[in-house]
């Protein structure tokens, strides 16, 4: 059941404050930039019309979305690595891990994704959103009010007076 425009008014605020709290990183310095760039492969996907229903899954097209956007903005240390934030996210309220049948327990003993995907393909079916979330990422113009906030936490020098260009993603550091 789709929400009303106020509730998706509502809700954005929320899912804003939630990223924005979320837990990331911060070994070596500054907050890595892994689960942002990860939430901003997911709006790519669904603005490529890729992701209709509630079901992320851990494939070649989120792992190419994330990798692109990733190089963008890569800094010396830091690895394109998406299982990562796949597997982290879950600490926030709005992922959740759809668990593979039978993996219950094996996946309630995982602390980390291990950097590769094996762990993630092995224990984990694909990630659905909580529904507030889900019917953002489905309306065009909360979904890009998303994009542009959190391009902006990535780039706090972005202005974004004008539309967010649409590709790339982010603007290449010079």
């Known amino acids: 059941m ?8 509502q809700s954005l605020p929320r ?22 760039v990860m939430l901003l492969a997911v709006v790519d996907l669904f603005e490529k019309g890729l992701i209709k229903d ?11 979305s994330f990798s692109t956007i990733f190089n963008l903005i890569r800094i010396k240390r830091e690895w394109n690595q998406p299982a990562p934030p796949f597997f982290h996210l879950r600490t926030s309220r709005f992922w959740h891990h759809q668990i ?17 995907s094996k762990r993630i393909l092995d224990n984990i079916e694909y990630v659905y959103l909580s529904d507030y979330c ?3 990422m489905c309306d065009k113009e909360s ?3 998303l994009k542009e906030f959190l391009i902006s936490a990535l780039n ?3 202005s974004f007076a004008e ?3 649409v590709n790339p993603l982010i603007g290449k550091r010079g």
């Open 143 to 145: 979904r890009q009010d």
């Open 134 to 136: 889900f019917q953002i």
């Open 163 to 165: 539309a967010a260009p």
């Open 156 to 158: 706090p020098y972005a």
């Open 2 to 9: 789709a929400e009303s425009q106020e509730d998706l008014i």
């Open 15 to 36: 899912l804003k404050a939630e990223i924005e709290k979320m837990q990331r990183d911060t070994t070596h310095g500054p907050k890595k930039p892994h689960k942002l």
């Open 54 to 64: 509630n079901k992320i899954f851990f494939d070649s097209q989120l792992i190419e």
């Open 100 to 116: 593979i049948s039978g993996r219950e327990i094996d996946y309630k003993k995982l602390t980390t994704s291990g950097g590769g």
